[in-house]
């Protein structure tokens, strides 16, 4: 479904992503792992268009998107969540979600009727929320919300865009760690069920090997092990890349 | 939501009072209030438009006073060069193709940047066209202007009626339709899907476009929607101003824009009609007062800032807020 080949971003003179080669399969839930700094967030940027590659080539069902603008990628099925939550601050939480469906739906042109006419956009905005829990909170502000919520939120407007292929960049961090395996139990449901694509950026282990059905190891910009999170958890350089550990 | 519950709503009484109120202002406002009024009630329209690039698509405009003497002009050439079209069927669409016009290659300009950098563009665009105002007196008449003749209404014509009586009768009345309309138009606008869009874009533009919402389209679909607002205000206020000089095309007629909005407040809907409104009384009593009015102007401004920073309609609603609140919490 997705396959990047020798992707290279360089940050003026330091080289961030050097050379990444993988792929991901469609109805596939793939974690990527790695210690801090080794371009995990950089490589979420590059596919969903957020920047530009230096070389390389994404390619997304066939077709080559490396260059090609987030819009479009959206429309072609690419959605992302942000690690450092980025949501409509002065707008309610309900059209946070419902502003997302409506794009989808190619409805957000409509400049005569009021948003909530859409009923049945509405209720299936209710309906995410509730999925994420998080459906008692639709008339608040964004601003209102604990961290794990606005997290939650986040994650949701992304799913909401019905997209093929999901980049979650750290669903979990700011939530309460009781609540963590809730919360990935919630996202990855609907991902099975919805037959998504899925890459999840995560530090935890315990959460990597409990969802996901394989890990990418990211490290100084380079994929240095693929493989099932069993697989993976029993190479010695993966466990001194991810724990510091001299094995 | 459908028809009847907007119509079940508290708010639609409340505008439905206001408008029966208008319909039989005529008759209790003296000639010469009603007159000011009405310059009031034009501003009010364009400074609806205004707000939907302020308050919904967060872009500052220092450049729609250009917008707003376009629809005036767009009458007074009118009347110039076509006096067989005067006709205020006709007029009124030919000032929104012209604020169209204008508004598209402005907001083309302007859209690529935001904050300050917008707000500079559309000051200096709009300092082109006064400039084009000004200098092209053979066309525009220059710094002298274009007078405005009375407009044939829907085939009735008003030759030789002093201009009061005009604007005391029928005019009043289709302003305060073109003004209802005008309310209703951007009411629905604001709300809906598209409206939403707009304020997406405004919160966080990074992630409205990582939803699949072309950012600086939308914000040109806004400046344009912004200008035939401001653009339809003009017209309508050319009518009662009787004539029409560069001035609204300058940067200070742009900043009173400004001026009127944050002085109504801008985070409520209805804050701009009511800036408007009050703005032109504001100004006239200054005026009155002393010579130094634009002083006076100025120093309510700081006033206004420091002491109503979300204007008079703000300000209002975060009393009953507090009112609201004060039961419940033991606070006063």
């Known amino acids: 479904m997705l396959e990047v080949k020798e992707l290279v971003k360089d940050f003026g003179r330091v080289r961030i992503i050097n050379s990444a080669d993988f792929k991901v ?9 790695g210690p801090n700094g080794a371009g995990k967030t950089t490589l979420v940027n590059l596919i969903s268009g957020h920047i530009l590659p ?3 080539t994404i390619t997304f069902l066939a077709r080559n998107i490396t260059f090609a603008s987030p819009y479009k990628r959206i429309k072609m099925g690419v959605a992302r969540n942000f690690q450092i939550t980025n949501l409509f601050p002065d707008t309610s939480v309900l059209d946070n979600v419902r502003t997302c469906l409506f794009s989808v739906y190619g409805k957000i042109k409509r400049g005569v009727l009021p948003a909530s006419h859409y009923r049945s956009i509405t209720e299936e905005a209710v309906g995410i929320l509730d999925l994420f829990g998080i459906s008692g909170k639709k008339d608040l502000m964004p601003p209102s919300l604990s961290e794990g919520d606005k997290k939650i939120l986040d994650t949701a407007m992304a799913f909401a865009l019905k997209s093929k292929f999901l980049l979650l960049d750290e669903p979990t961090s700011g939530v309460a760690t009781g609540d963590k395996f809730k919360v990935m139990d919630t996202i990855v449901t609907a991902i099975r069920r919805e037959k998504m694509a899925c890459m999840i950026i995560e530090h935890d282990m315990d959460i990597v090997s409990d969802y996901s059905d394989r890990v990418l190891v990211l490290s100084d910009g380079r994929i240095i092990a693929a493989g099932s999170p069993k697989e ?6 993966v466990k001194e890349i991810l724990f510091g550990v001299k094995v | 939501m459908g028809f009847r519950d907007v119509i079940l709503k508290p708010k639609f009484f409340v505008y439905l009072g206001c408008f029966i109120v208008l319909l039989f202002l005529p008759k209790i406002l003296p000639i010469y209030h009603l007159i000011l009024f ?29 917008l707003f003497a376009t629809g005036a002009y767009a009458v007074g050439m009118m009347g110039e060069y076509f006096p067989d079209l005067y006709r205020i069927e006709i007029l009124i669409p030919v000032a929104l193709a012209g604020s169209f016009v ?15 950098f917008f707000s500079i563009l559309a000051l200096a665009l709009s300092m082109v066209l006064f400039a084009l105002l000004v200098k092209l007196y053979n066309i525009t008449g220059g710094s002298d202007g274009i007078h405005i003749d009375l407009p044939i209404i829907f085939g009735k014509s008003f ?27 951007m009411l629905a606008i604001v709300n809906s899907p598209f409206g939403k869009a707009l304020q997406c874009i405004r919160d966080n533009e990074v992630r409205a476009e990582m939803i699949g919402i072309r950012v600086r389209r939308y914000r040109l679909y806004s400046f344009i929607l912004s200008g035939l607002f401001t653009g339809l205000g003009g017209a309508m206020w050319s009518f009662v101003n009787g004539h029409v000089t560069p001035e609204i095309a300058e940067w200070v007629f742009s900043g009173e824009i400004v001026y009127m909005t944050l002085l109504g407040g801008f985070m409520v809907f209805e804050g701009p009609i009511i800036g408007a409104i009050l703005f032109t009384y504001l100004r006239l009593y200054a005026v009155s007062i002393t010579q130094y009015w634009m002083f006076l102007i100025g120093a309510t401004l700081i006033i206004l800032v420091l002491l109503l920073p979300e204007g008079i309609t703000g300000g209002f609603v975060k009393l009953f807020s507090k009112m609201k609140r004060a039961p419940s919490t033991g606070v006063a």
Not at chain 2, 102 to 116: D, K, L, Q
């Open chain 1, 54 to 56: 230096t070389s390389g």
């Open chain 2, 159 to 185: 030759e030789g009626m002093k201009r009061f009586e005009f604007l005391s009768g029928v005019y009043y009345y289709l302003l305060i339709c073109v003004f209802a309309a005008a309310t209703i138009i």
């Open chain 2, 102 to 116: 204008v508004s598209t290659i402005f907001g083309f300009i302007c859209v690529r940047h935001t904050r300050v």
């Open chain 1, 25 to 33: 399969e469609a109805d596939e839930i793939v974690s990527l792992v």
């Open chain 1, 232 to 237: 993976i958890m029993e190479q010695d350089d």
């Open chain 2, 38 to 66: 009405e310059s009031g009630i034009t501003f009010a329209i364009m400074a609806l438009g205004f707000n939907l690039l302020l308050r919904y698509t967060g872009l500052l405009s220092f450049g729609h006073g250009a």
